[in-house]
């Protein structure tokens, strides 16, 4: 299952997938723009809103992350 969620910060979408594994959910945030990707694992008691957020607000942090190296180096 995908689906594609915004951020609070403008136009910005994130590519989310969840996949079951066994009594986990894996939740995978992809960057359309870079590819870019991030995995976690999330409780299936929680809602896919709320595992979607998460994993995009993940997915943010690795991209500023990644941009602030860039332009330090």
């Not at 609070?8 to 986990?24: C, H």
């Not at 999330?42 to 957020?53: F, I, N, V, W, Y």
């Amino acid at each position: 299952m995908s689906d594609a969620t915004g951020s609070d910060d403008g136009d910005w979408e994130a590519i989310i997938e969840f996949r079951r594994i066994g009594t986990a959910l894996q939740v995978v945030a992809i960057d359309p723009e870079t590819g870019r990707e991030v995995s976690m694992v999330g409780d299936p008691r929680l809602s896919q809103h709320e595992l979607g957020r998460i994993a995009a607000q993940k997915l943010r942090y690795v991209l500023n992350k990644q941009r602030a190296a860039q332009s330090d180096g």
